[in-house]
């Protein structure tokens, strides 16, 4: 989804990677009741409020969020992304997004370092300016906000 109203200060990335398409009916006592759609929604009026366009990409498939990361050199401004499982396993993503040196935040809904120890290790924090975990989709606009503020100090 792409909010066009107001693109001012340029485009913000917002990658969603594997089974957050379910959300909404995933897991709701983890991941809460809030669909893809509504998140995208959230990202594009948070992303609008500070004269940005939000540019909302979900897919299942790794090789899809590295393309997109690709293409987001000299086009977007900033990245958030939830790559979902592929945080806990993907060299290709974190390399991607050291790559096209974009500042990026890492965000995931659930508070990670109360699941699962394998929930607990991200490839992608160390290539990522900073992560939101544990806040719910609030986690995005949070990103967001972080993104526009550094953005405007650059
Ligand atoms: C998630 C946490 C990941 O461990 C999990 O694989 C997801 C969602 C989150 O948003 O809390 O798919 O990134």
């Known amino acids: 989804m792409t909010n066009d109203a107001s693109a001012g200060r340029g485009t913000i990335l917002v990658l969603n990677g594997p089974n957050l398409n379910l959300l909404g009916t995933r897991e709701p006592a983890i991941y809460g009741s809030?669909?893809?759609?509504?998140?995208?929604?959230?990202?594009?009026a948070s992303a609008e409020r500070l004269g940005f366009r939000a540019d909302?990409?979900?897919?299942?498939?790794?090789?899809?969020?590295?393309?997109?990361?690709?293409?987001?050199?000299g086009k977007a401004a900033g990245i958030v992304i939830n790559?979902?499982?592929?945080?806990?396993?993907?060299v290709?993503?974190?390399?991607?997004?050291?790559?096209v040196s974009i500042p990026t935040v890492e965000v995931h809904i659930s508070n990670v370092h109360r699941r699962e120890e394998f929930r607990g290790h991200s490839y992608l924090s160390a290539v990522s300016e900073a992560v939101i975990v544990g806040a719910g989709v609030k986690g995005y606009e949070l990103a967001i906000e972080f993104l526009a503020d550094k953005l405007a100090r650059a």
């Open 56 to 73: 909302c990409i979900q897919s299942n498939h790794e090789g899809d969020l590295v393309d997109a990361i690709h293409e987001a050199r």
């Open 34 to 44: 809030a669909t893809l759609a509504d998140v995208e929604q959230l990202a594009a």
């Open 92 to 99: 290709a993503i974190r390399d991607a997004i050291s790559g």
């Open 83 to 90: 790559a979902g499982a592929y945080t806990h396993t993907s």
